[in-house]
């Protein structure tokens, strides 16, 4: 009998679905369509249920484990529907025989909102049709459902040929389980894999499994601590818990979940850790499908403050709740750190993992390294026993000492004696003059000061011993110009100096790697980038709270008051160079005398030098290029040129660009790319207009790129004596790639519309909106104008500060221009969704304005096309104020000259 043909009454008597409305679908016209209306129903009414459950609070694990289950049932009742009403086969052959089998994470019983269903089909032997059409009906109905499947049908042996060679195959088994099906079929599959599981070496599996880890990191991100993590893939993330499960799994295949290899593994400390992590990241997990409405597995800024919202987060003080939720999650991360290594010490310890180097091929090799109770452990720093700590707990800080001198890695027992030693860490130990002398050596002397000092973070011992540093471990600022996290960032710059010192970077900083060795005060510099973001997300902002901080640190650590002080300067100033360099007209003497008195030595501006390059280079990769070196370059050296007694003149930068400005004197303009970036490089492309200076000119500039869709991230502007303008632009496109860069042509065009737009022949027009961009609306950024009379004789310098967009440019220059000003020189700066843009103006007849009715009209006509945003632009989603506290007062006029103390790196 057809299954179109079947009398509902043989379906609603039989084994199959029961209910007048599967007996319906059996019968109508289109099976496929009735059963996948009817599933839906069931199927979404279940998903609903487990989602306020997840609103209402409850576990990650739980909650995953609802998601799985209504996928159990929906697929259960398919598959009866399937082999009982449309394929039956009421006494089937040995040929007809089927199992469905979860395989995979959902095999594991737990799912995601949004995740694959992983799904084994399996049959004795080779496919027959019948199989073919069940498999077929499934399939189609789970993709009219709009589920994701990750499916394949093999026989028995086909799965355990497979198994043999081919790890991922063996990892989706190992978590295999029956749905429906033939139970005979899949109890003897099972039982036939766990005896091969048991029987064969685990070593190989597990050296695969961590190498996949590896790679793994290196596609999602090497570094724990990036601001936009993926909580699947990600270092410190659900899959790296994963692998400890198919590590425990593979070595007790017959375990549930692994759990008699995890609590001989891990002591009970480390397992209540390992629950809660994984708690933790499943619950992110779910709420980050749920915000994004799809399988999402990267927590980027748009999501964040949603899911922080969602799992009940609230800020506290300053601390925005977005920021208190991602320190929380990567403190999760670095827990998830210790657990691999906790787990690799018992494996090795076992016999069980892979030696990964010649040196540990040696058995037993164990050398001591002249401090009692430390030795070389197959290749590895470790230690005697923790009763070494107790003893002496300055040995917490001599061990990695010991670590760097010797170049070793810690070996997995000591990361954990270190860390279940903490206690040991009081005030009397963080003024012992031997901890802090071992300390200062790893930090100034050290041969890798960024991989020891992050062990050291990562067991948690550098927080205790230095109570200020605890305060940033895991700290996030919510914005998109710092890739990482406070510490990490620190951490970062810290490894950017040794580099700088040992010569490694010398071809893109000849200047630093020359000026790094003239130092005087190495161990200072080195206290003073540790300590130098401390102050974050304090009351009193983060450079007064950072030197505050840092003196009470230091006087711990036992330095004298000269040497304090000489810290402390730097912490409070350490962006002082930055600022003047990147917001202020450094070819105008006052200016670089205005820095020289700030500065007040020579050694403070070589300090300062290095501690700036490192500090910007930190922040992420493509932040730091040859535009702001160019800068910091060109401050750096006049200012010590004043300090060697010479003459301050006014530079002419037209003078760099000689050719050019020929040209431009010839034709009356020229444009040209000074600099197209490799395809590797996440910069911009350069492009110069030199041409005779007239009113308007930087507007019909600024138009002409906002209309071809170039996003101007820097910019300079500068006008000589004789009327000859030199206008520097670096550029992206929309997506914050170098203009023109997948697309050339797109730079040939752009160089004629700014020649025309030079001349002042109008060109085509901006595109009326710009793409909305999810990520840029989910910061709401206070907008900010200050009018600085003081800073130049001859200008007043307008700063705005605001949420950066395309066209912003060319709004701000026609606000100038139709306030009747001209604009000397300007420079542009953007970090993440904040831009920061000086101008240096004159009025028509090129003298400085005056202060008065005029000026207030400009601060807040500048304002309003600051606000664009709010005022038609593009939709703000889930807006935080998270920058509010790290802003200067919104229009204050400056009453007099004083130094920059704030700038974007503050943020």
Known sequence: MSPRTRRPADIAEGPGPDGDGWAAAAAAADPRAAATALLRRSWEAARLRAAQRLEYGLGGVEVARLYAAAADDMLTTLWRFATEALYPAPNPTEAERLSLIAVGGYGRGVLAPFSDLDLLFLRPWKSIPRTEQVIEFMLYVLWDLGVKVGQSARSVDECLALAKTDMTVRTALLEARPLVGDERLAEDFIARFRTFVVKADPRPFIAAKLEERDARHQKAGAVRYRVEPNVKD???????????????????????????????????????????????????????????????????????????????????????????????????????????????????????????????????????????????????????????????????????????????????????????????????????????????????????????????????????????WGRIVGQTQFNMYHAYTVDEHTLQAIGIINDIWRGKLKDEHPNASEVV???????????????????????????????????????????????????????????????????????????????????????????????????????????????????????????????????????????????????????????????????????????????????????????????????????????????????????????????????????????????????????????????????????????????????????????????????????LARALADAGLSIRSAHIAGFGERAVDSFYVTDAQGRKPKAGAALERLRSDLEMVLDHKERGGAPVSAPVRASLRDVSEVGRLRPARRPVSRGPEAR
Request: a neutral charge; aromatic letters at 6%; hydrophobic letters at 45%.
């Open 234 to 468: 990600g270092k410190g993330g659900l899959r790296d818990l994963n692998t400890l499960f198919w590590i425990a799994r593979s070595l007790a295949p017959e375990s549930p979940l692994g759990a008699r290899v995890m609590d001989d593994l891990l002591t009970p400390r480390e397992r209540r850790t390992f629950e809660e992590a994984f708690d933790f990241l499943w619950r992110t997990r779910a709420h980050l499908h749920m915000v994004a409405g799809r399988a999402e597995e990267k927590l980027t800024f748009d999501l964040q403050p949603e899911v922080a919202r969602r799992m009940g987060w609230r800020g506290r003080g300053d601390e925005p709740a977005v920021e208190r939720f991602m320190r929380r999650y990567f403190i999760v991360a670095r827990d998830v750190g210790g657990l691999t290594r906790a787990l690799s010490a018992k494996l090795e310890a076992r016999q069980q993992k892979p030696t990964l180097s010649l040196s540990r091929l040696i058995p037993g090799r164990r050398r001591k390294l002249g401090v009692e109770g430390f030795i070389e452990d197959g290749g590895r720093l470790s230690v005697a026993g923790p009763e070494v700590f107790a003893a002496a707990p300055e040995k917490l800080l001599q061990l990695f000492r010991c670590a760097d001198a010797h170049d070793l890695d810690l070996h997995p027992d000591a990361f954990s004696a270190v860390s279940r030693s903490l206690s040991l860490v009081t005030p009397s130990l963080r003024r012992d003059p031997e901890a802090a002398r071992a300390f200062l050596d790893v930090l100034a002397q050290g041969q890798r000061p960024y991989r020891v000092l992050t062990l050291m973070n990562e067991t948690g011992l550098l927080g205790r011993f230095l109570p200020e």
């Open 517 to 811: 060795h003239r130092i005087d005060d190495f161990e200072a510099l080195m206290l003073a980038m540790l300590l130098h973001d401390v102050g974050k997300g304090g009351d009193r902002g983060q450079l007064e709270d950072g030197a505050i901080a840092a003196r009470r640190a230091c006087d711990r650590l036992g330095l004298d008051p000269r040497r304090i002080e000489f810290v402390v300067w730097l912490v409070r100033n350490h962006l002082a160079l930055s600022d003047y360099a990147q917001k202020r007209d450094v070819s105008d003497p006052e200016t670089v005398r205005a820095f020289t008195e700030l500065v007040g030595d020579p050694e403070r501006l070589r300090t300062l030098l290095i501690l700036t390059v490192a500090d910007i280079r930190a922040v992420g990769p493509g932040v730091w290029n040859g535009w702001k070196g160019q800068l910091i370059r060109d401050l750096y050296q006049r200012t010590e040129a004043v300090f060697r007694g010479e003459d301050l003149i006014r530079a002419d930068p037209l003078n760099d660009y000689p050719a050019l400005m020929a040209r431009a004197r010839a034709d009356g303009v020229a444009a040209e790319v000074l600099e197209r970036p490799s395809e590797d490089e996440d910069s911009a492309t350069r492009v110069a207009v030199a041409a005779t200076d007239r009113p308007g000119l930087f507007v019909d500039l600024a138009e002409a790129l906002a209309a071809a869709g170039a996003d101007v991230v820097g910019a300079r502007v500068a006008t000589a004596e004789d009327g000859a303008a030199l206008d520097v632009f670096e550029l992206q496109d929309g997506a914050g790639a170098p203009y023109g860069q997948a697309e050339p042509r797109r730079i040939a065009r752009l160089l004629k519309a700014l020649e025309a737009a030079a001349r002042g022949q109008p060109g085509r027009a901006r595109p009326s909106a710009a793409p909305f961009n999810s990520r840029r609306a989910a910061f709401d950024v206070r907008p900010t104008t200050v009018v600085d009379l003081e800073q130049s004789p001859s200008a007043a310098v307008v700063e705005v500060s605001g949420a950066d967009r395309p066209g912003l440019l060319a709004d």
